[in-house]
């Protein structure tokens, strides 16, 4: 089911590992053209466009695109009370270790007496988060956006989640509840790039502009924020989800196929990629798939995952070599199955989340460990982070100097500006001292 890439007899060879792994075409400037119009038109009309394109992609358009706080109510006493407790649990992991990402709210450094320096870290004011409702509805999502909003400070939230015509034009009840439980009432029946639109540019009587736009979604969401980012400033352009798993012959192979599985099952375009040192564990991992694949709800769609360009496994020739693909490709997703699995993982550079030993497995992270499930695709981890709390936060620095303090500097920076040609900013501090 999967390819099979060799890279045994190149190990210590210069080869860009990046290059080699499978990886899923995802032309998110292709999508911009299409979606530039659609914002465009958002930003110009408001509520009739909205209404147009839910019509149009969604094909319902609901009564209210704001949802009523009594469909929050309802949704959320209507859930099931074991899923309830799920979701409870999630939140109250996912804000413990928010707190603890939060770290300390000020810095101050006195770099000479008299001379200070602080950083405060300052919450966004308002953002707009995105959940999907596609082909699976992510309450989850909804949680991974709204905790470490909450945490950092943020004073308005704002959500959009796509119209279902199954629930009469409102979003997924999964969706609606867990907002209800965390206290989110400013919810839009608004999907796609329409809804990155409306809160980038704001909807005159329905929806105030915001700062910051976050969430994952499909293609076109992704080009709207692209399109949008200066307006608006985004956490990520989000692609297809992937999955890599480095193991050695010690690692279970009915645990290594159900853990592709699990991420294979989020779209055609999911990537999930072994990188083995044991050609038997490969062997046995492919045996796995052909038994448990058949025996899943979405077996067509995870069956075109695994079997796509995006999907496969590289055989390497030792666990060293196995770092540096891994590290090269960079995946959203890292589970590490090897006999050492604390001390490998601890030598990876590049990933969006690691998942340690056999009792870490993504889906995990997806839901209940706490961490974030928002992270970096495309190999994008090897720059950047996933969403946590300090994605709605900036640094402001608060530069407070004493006269004795700036005294003690002044020919010094008059001598930089000079050395750049701006004498007007030394001037700016001479001048002070000027008798």
């Not at 292709?30 to 914002?39: M, Q, S």
């Not at 629930?167 to 009432?185: M, N």
């Not at 700036?406 to 001479?430: C, K, N, T, Y």
Request: hydrophobic share 50%; with cysteine.
């Amino acid at each position: 089911m999967l390819s099979v890439i060799d890279l045994r007899g190149s190990a210590g060879e210069r080869i860009d590992y990046a290059a080699v792994v499978p990886r899923a075409g995802f032309d998110v400037a292709a999508a911009v053209e299409r979606v530039l119009p659609i914002c465009d038109d958002v930003a110009a009309r408001g509520e009739a466009a909205l209404a147009e394109y839910s019509e149009r992609f969604d094909h319902v358009v609901p009564e209210h695109f704001r949802v009523p706080a009594s469909a929050l109510e309802r949704a959320a006493a209507e859930l099931d009370p074991d899923l309830r407790k799920a979701f409870e649990l999630s939140i109250a992991r996912r804000r413990t270790v928010s707190a603890a990402e939060l770290g300390e709210a000020e810095v101050r450094v006195e770099v000479a007496p008299g001379a200070v320096v602080t950083q405060r870290m300052i919450p966004v004011n308002r953002v707009g988060l995105y959940v999907p409702g596609g082909l699976a509805p992510l309450a989850s999502s909804v949680i991974m956006n709204v905790v470490p909003a909450q945490a950092a400070g943020v004073r308005s939230i704002a959500l959009a989640s796509p119209p279902q015509q199954e629930f009469g034009g409102l979003p997924h009840p999964s969706i609606l509840a867990v907002c209800h439980l965390l206290g989110v009432d400013e919810v839009y029946a608004v999907g796609g790039a329409q809804a990155i639109a409306m809160f980038a540019y704001g909807v005159a009587g329905l929806c105030d502009r915001v700062d910051l736009v976050t969430g994952p979604g499909n293609i076109y969401v992704v080009a709207a924020k692209r399109a949008l980012k200066g307006r608006v400033n985004i956490d990520s352009e989000a692609g297809p989800t992937e999955i890599a798993i480095l193991a050695d012959a010690s690692a279970n192979p009915v645990h290594v196929a159900a853990d592709l599985i699990s991420q294979a099952e989020h779209d055609p375009l999911a990537a999930a990629v072994l990188v083995t040192d044991s050609e038997e564990l490969a062997e046995a991992v492919q045996a796995e798939l052909a038994l448990q694949v058949p025996q899943t709800k979405h077996s067509e769609r995870i069956g075109q995952s695994l079997s796509g360009e995006q999907s496969g496994i590289v055989l390497v020739a030792d666990l060293e070599q196995g770092v540096e693909v891994v590290d090269a490709y960079a995946a959203e997703h890292l589970e590490i199955h090897t006999a050492d699995a604390a001390g490998v993982a601890a030598r990876i550079r590049n990933a969006g989340a690691i998942f340690v030993g056999a009792w870490s497995p993504v889906s995990l992270g997806d839901y209940a460990a706490g961490s974030t499930h928002v992270l970096p695709t495309g190999g994008c981890a090897c720059h950047s982070s996933g969403l946590n709390v300090k994605s709605f936060l900036k640094a402001v620095h608060v530069i407070d100097y004493s006269r004795e303090a700036l005294e003690s500097i002044a020919r010094d920076v008059e001598v930089f500006a000079d050395a750049e040609d701006l004498p007007a900013h030394g001037a700016a501090v001479s001048r002070r001292f000027a008798t």
